[in-house]
């Protein structure tokens, strides 16, 4: 099939502070899972009608960061129930590479 390309403001994900509860990474944590929580939201609204409880696997991994206010660019794939996908951070980097969605048939 032919890869469906997105583009996505983040611009509406709340700042994230720089405390992390002693994590160290300065909000990398909580901007890597809201990255990923867009495009897995997108993935499931197009492929899978918005049913999340379809989904019985997700993974990807995560490259460059995102800053925000930004904007990421989502291309994904379908192939029978999996759907490969890729984020790109507004410089055109990798965000998440080897993306994958499990059960959106």
């Known amino acids: 099939s032919c890869p469906s390309l997105l583009v996505l403001p983040l611009a509406n994900i709340h700042e994230v502070s720089g405390d992390c509860g002693g994590s160290g990474h300065g909000g990398r944590d909580e901007m890597r899972a809201a990255t990923l929580a867009l495009a897995v939201s997108r993935i499931v609204d197009r492929y899978a009608d918005g049913e999340v ?8 991994r995560f490259s460059a960061m995102v800053l925000m206010p930004s904007t990421i660019t989502l291309e994904s794939r379908r192939d029978g129930d999996v759907v490969s ?5 507004a410089e055109g980097a990798l965000a998440i590479s080897h993306g994958f969605v499990v059960g959106v048939s």
């Open 85 to 89: 996908y890729r984020v790109m951070n």
């Open 53 to 60: 409880e379809r989904v019985v696997r997700l993974g990807g």
